[in-house]
């Protein structure tokens, strides 16, 4: 009898077991195929925002109907589609801090070129940089920021990491960088670097703009990150540039007022 019941468990045990194989093997085959689904490109409308999603808190969020377009703008305010991937992401051809050819390599072809370029330029004026982290999908962006929310909360964790959807990192046109010795990658202690003030000074050129900048973090959302670049093309760089705004104020968008 103690045999018999001993067969019945470990059929029941192989049973559960087998399930859970072919309910993960299920998960993640969905899941390659939404982060691989290729989103159709069309022609930027006037109004880049379509619908309005109202918050917990009152305020509202707009999500963008045209996420396609070099200026776009990404903040806690308006959000990217659901499962929103670019379509012309490549791999631009300059070092980062780590080896792996991995998503997080990647640009829009445009955002990989003036990254290339102004890497050029930086190492000519012997300044040499490295990548942090460009593209992030919605899927990894949604990872990392249930991560923090665990850690610290939600209410903490939105203070320094993006909404799913809301991250600039998922446009494929932003980059956190970082000076040739790899040191303080995305941290507090990159300000002051000569790589900071190097790209304070020049990013403009190149088309890029500090997206978060000092004492903006009620318009922006996020404190100072001048590790943070953003490819917005060069007029639209230089102009936020020389008015010393920020992209919100360059679109007359609401400001975020965290």
Known sequence: MTKFRFII???IMFGIALAGCV??????????T??????PASKPPADTMKSVKHLQNGSSIQVVSNPEIIPVLVNKLNKLPDHYMPTDLIYPDIPFTFKEKIEKRKMRAAAASAIENLFAGANQDGVKLLGVSAYRSHEV???????YVKSDGYEAAKTYSAVPGTSEHETGLAIDVTGGDGKCAAEECFEGTEAAGWL?????????IIRYPKGRDAITGYKYEPWHLRYVGKAIAQEIKSRGITLEEYNNATPVNN
């Not at 309910?23 to 390659?32: A, C, D, L, N």
């Not at 962006?141 to 991560?147: E, I, R, V």
């Not at 304070?200 to 890029?208: D, L, V």
């Open 9 to 11: 468990l470990c059929l």
């Open 200 to 208: 304070e000074n020049h990013s403009a050129e190149y088309g890029f």
């Open 141 to 147: 962006q949604a990872s990392l920021f249930n991560h």
């Open 23 to 32: 309910g993960k093997s299920h998960f993640e085959s969905k899941r390659k």
């Open 34 to 39: 939404v982060e691989q689904q290729p989103m």
